[in-house]
C-alpha cells in the first residue's frame, strides 16, 4: 500500500501561483510514477501532469505546458507541481496517485487515471478572476 497526502491547495487569483506538494508513505517511492491529475465540478478526472520513477522524464497535458511543472524527491518521498500563471479554468480539486514503474516511461501511457494504483484524498484549488 501506498499513502498519498496532497497539500497546498487554496483560493488564488488569475495570474498567481500555488505549489502543490504530494506526501508518500508505504512502499518504495522510487518504484512508482507519480501523476497530477485534476477534476472540476460536474466533470470527469483529467490528466494535468506526470514524472517517470527517476526524476528525468515528465509530460504534461496541453494546456497546462509553459505554467506547471512537475517534479519530485525521491529521498523525501514527495512529488511537486509548481502552478504559475493560474487561470480561472484551472479551478479544480486536484489529486495526485502512484502507478508502479513499467520498463520504458511513456507518456501516454501514464495519462491515463485506469493505470494509477493509489490516490491520494485531493486539494482544492480556486482561482478567480
Known amino acids: 500500500q501506498v499513502q498519498l497526502v496532497e497539500s497546498g491547495g487554496g483560493l488564488v487569483q488569475a495570474g498567481g501561483s500555488l505549489r502543490l506538494s504530494c506526501a508518500a508513505s508505504?512502499?518504495?517511492?522510487?518504484?512508482?510514477?507519480m501523476g497530477w491529475f485534476r477534476q472540476a465540478p460536474g466533470k470527469g478526472r483529467k490528466f494535468v501532469a506526470a514524472?517517470?520513477?527517476?526524476?528525468?522524464?515528465?509530460s504534461y497535458v496541453d494546456s497546462v505546458k509553459g505554467r506547471f511543472t512537475i517534479s519530485r524527491d525521491n529521498a523525501k518521498s514527495t512529488v511537486y507541481l509548481q502552478m504559475n500563471s493560474l487561470k480561472p479554468e484551472d479551478t479544480a480539486v486536484y489529486y495526485c496517485?502512484?502507478?508502479?514503474?513499467?520498463?520504458?516511461?511513456?507518456?501516454?501511457?501514464?495519462?491515463?487515471?485506469?493505470?494509477?494504483?493509489?490516490w491520494g484524498q485531493g486539494t482544492q484549488v480556486t482561482v478567480s478572476s
Open positions: 496517485a502512484a502507478a508502479a514503474r513499467s520498463g520504458t516511461y511513456s507518456g501516454s501511457y501514464y495519462s491515463s487515471p485506469n493505470i494509477y494504483d493509489y
Open positions: 514524472i517517470s520513477w527517476s526524476p528525468g522524464t515528465t
Open positions: 508505504g512502499r518504495t517511492f522510487s518504484n512508482y510514477a
